[in-house]
Structure formats: structure tokens, C-alpha cells
């Protein structure tokens, strides 16, 4: 490399959003009602399917060409998406990287992706989505509307001007790092934050990279295979799906300690059923978790200790889904929890009640007594 920046000769950012639009998707449902081109998902490399196994591949959804609304104008995009079973829909936006382009030059293009990104973006992706979702009606389960999202950016690199170069010379030369922050500043990067981002890097052959980051990805890959991205993207969707959850317990316990703080006196309950209405609904939503963790933990396999897998694993915990599960377990416990004491408070106030009643029949049968 001669201590230069190299420049792209094929090359493509690919822009992710991912929104959950239901509990789950019917995926051979979906490829009857959807009409645009479509296909399952299957990691091309040779390695691949000995490493990682997907029991239910995502449906690929051929959308065509799309203007990107931009801060800097509007760019031409090649738009596709993914639908999950588990109710996640991920759009993608393939935005050619146009040869002779230094890695240097697309740092403001990555501030303006995920930085500093323009509404227009987010909303042109949602809109995509909701149009999805229409088309899939009657492959939804329980569908719904959040407004939440996540978004993830690869560069893809296929080949450089002179290359191809070895991952280390990419490593010591190439501005990674600030290419995956977003960085424009003129002072340079500390090295502890340069040395953070480049720590999850991984290699194959001497002449490929994939480096991870918590937002966004570099990736040399001169085969061409897309598997790197494929696999960030199927993270970012089981993080998506953690955070949907994580949301909707937050509310769930919000509105049990309300409707308990504003429920009345128990024995009230015990006539109104509230106390039976309350465990029902929690009930329900312990089970809906219970089903979303099994799907996700079922979404991807590892099968062996190959290279993909060790890179997913990694990717995994650069997402800190690890953590996110357990806080989503953690509520589901707490749920747990509060739904038992609902009960113990509805058997409480029933005990209660059988005394009072035998209390009144004793009186009953003193007072006869006495006539």
C-alpha cells in the first residue's frame, strides 16, 4: 500500500433499517401473498452451512431501484428486504460505491448515514415497510405498529485500485476507524478509541477483513460473498426484537401496577373478576415471551467452530445482546412475580370472603336462637 488510502474499484454501502411489524410471520404464507420477486436466504460460502444452520430462513423480497433521500441529495439505491418469522422486516439499500473513491472520502458519507441521519431516511424506510406488511396481511400474526427501529451499515469492498492488500496493511493504513464512527474531525482519533473499534476484526485468508462495529462494519471481501453482512443483519434484527420486547414489558408492568392502584377494594375484585382478568393478561404475555425467545434462540444454529460462526458469536456480544436478554428475562421474571402475587391477593380476599360469610352465618344462627 505504500502508506497510501487505497481507493474502491467494486464496492457497495449497504444501509440497513429494521422495524417489527407482528408477534410472527407465516414465511410460506408470505411467499404466496407477496408478489414481488422473492426467494429464501442462503449464505453462498463454502463453509458456510457446515458452520451455521438457519432453521427458518428469512423470505428475500426484490423491491428494485429507489431514491435515497440524503441530507447531501438524493442517491440511486437497489432496495430489497428480509421478512423474519419472528415479525421483523429488514430493508436494505444497496448504494453503489462509485470506482476510484478513497475509503477517506466515504467518511462523510457515513456521517451523514449514521451520525448525523437525515429524517427523510428513517421515514422513506417505514413507509417501505408498512407497505410490506400490507402486502403480507394474512401471513401477520397479532400484527402491530412500533416506533422503534434499528439500522446497521456495511461497506462492502470487493476489490482496491492495486490490490488486493493484506489485512494488516488495511489494519495499520486504511482509515477503519474512523470511516466506521463517522468521524470528520481533523484531530486524529486517541489510540485506545482507534484500538477499540479495530479489537473485533476477523480474517479468513490473508486478504479478507471484516471489522465490527456496535453501529456499523467494514468488510474486504474479494470473493464477493455477501455472508459477513447477511450475518450482521440477522443480529441486528434479534437485537431489534429484544429492545420490541424489552418495551412492551416496560408498559405491560406500568399499566398491572395501575390497574392494581386504581382497582378498588379486594373484595370488589373478587366480584368484578379483575383479579382473574389481570392474571389472564399477564399470563398471556409471559407465554408471548416465552415463544419469542425460543424463536430467536432457534433463528440461527451454530454447527461448528468455523470461522462465520466465531464472527457471529463475536457480533453477537459487540451488540450486547447477552445483555439485552437477560434484562428482557429479568422483566419477565418480575412479571412473573407480580402475576403470583395477583394471585395470592385474589385467594386473600377470597379467604376473606368465607369468613365474613361464616362470621354471618354464626350470627344468623345466634340471633334465631334467641327469638
Excluded: C
Excluded at 9 to 30: E, H, I, K, P, S
Excluded at 198 to 227: K, M
Excluded at 274 to 287: D, E, F, V
Excluded at 347 to 361: G, Q
Amino acid at each position: 500500500m505504500n502508506g497510501q488510502v487505497p481507493a474502491v474499484v467494486d464496492g457497495d454501502v449497504l444501509v440497513y433499517r429494521l422495524f417489527d411489524v407482528a408477534d410472527a410471520v407465516d414465511l410460506v404464507r408470505a411467499e404466496e401473498v407477496v408478489s414481488a420477486p422473492k426467494s429464501r436466504l442462503r449464505l453462498a460460502g463454502a463453509q458456510s452451512a457446515s458452520a451455521l444452520e438457519f432453521p427458518r430462513p428469512p423470505l428475500h423480497v426484490a423491491l428494485g431501484q429507489r431514491a435515497l433521500p440524503l441530507a447531501s441529495g438524493p442517491r440511486q439505491v437497489e432496495a430489497s428486504a428480509h421478512v423474519y418469522d419472528y415479525g421483523v422486516v429488514s430493508v436494505r439499500y444497496k448504494l453503489r460505491i462509485a470506482p476510484g473513491t478513497a475509503l477517506s472520502e466515504l467518511v462523510p458519507l457515513a456521517e451523514e448515514l449514521f451520525v448525523e441521519p437525515a429524517p427523510a431516511l428513517d421515514t422513506e424506510a417505514r413507509r417501505e415497510v408498512e407497505a410490506i406488511a400490507r402486502d403480507l396481511g394474512p401471513a401477520l400474526e397479532r400484527p402491530h405498529s412500533w416506533e422503534g427501529l434499528e439500522s446497521y451499515q456495511v461497506f462492502l469492498v470487493r476489490a482496491f485500485e492495486g490490490g488486493p492488500f493484506r489485512a494488516l496493511d488495511l489494519l495499520a493504513r486504511a482509515p477503519v476507524p474512523e470511516l466506521l464512527l463517522g468521524e470528520t474531525s481533523e484531530t486524529p482519533l486517541s489510540a485506545a478509541e482507534r484500538q477499540d473499534v479495530l479489537s473485533h476484526h476477523f480474517s479468513y485468508l490473508e486478504d479478507d477483513l471484516a471489522v465490527v462495529h456496535w453501529n456499523s462494519a467494514f468488510v474486504s471481501e474479494p470473493s464477493g460473498v455477501e455472508d459477513i453482512p447477511d450475518l450482521l443483519e440477522f443480529a441486528t434484527a434479534h437485537l431489534l426484537e429484544l429492545r420490541y420486547y424489552d418495551a412492551l414489558l416496560d408498559r405491560a408492568l406500568h399499566r398491572i401496577y395501575d390497574d392494581i392502584e386504581t382497582g378498588g377494594t379486594p373484595l370488589a375484585n373478587i366480584f368484578t373478576r379483575k383479579y382473574r382478568k389481570l392474571q389472564r393478561s399477564t399470563a398471556a404475555l409471559l407465554l408471548e415471551i416465552s415463544e419469542m425467545i425460543e424463536r430467536l434462540e432457534n433463528a440461527v444454529k451454530i454447527v461448528g467452530d468455523f470461522y462465520l460462526a466465531r464472527l457471529y458469536q463475536a457480533a453477537v456480544r459487540r451488540f450486547r445482546l447477552p445483555a439485552w436478554q437477560e434484562t428482557v428475562l429479568r422483566k419477565q421474571r418480575l412479571v412473573a412475580e407480580v402475576n403470583d402475587l395477583i394471585g395470592d391477593s385474589a385467594d386473600t380476599s377470597r379467604a376473606e370472603l368465607m369468613e365474613l360469610a361464616v362470621i354471618a352465618l354464626i350470627a344468623f344462627e345466634i340471633v334465631a336462637a334467641l327469638k
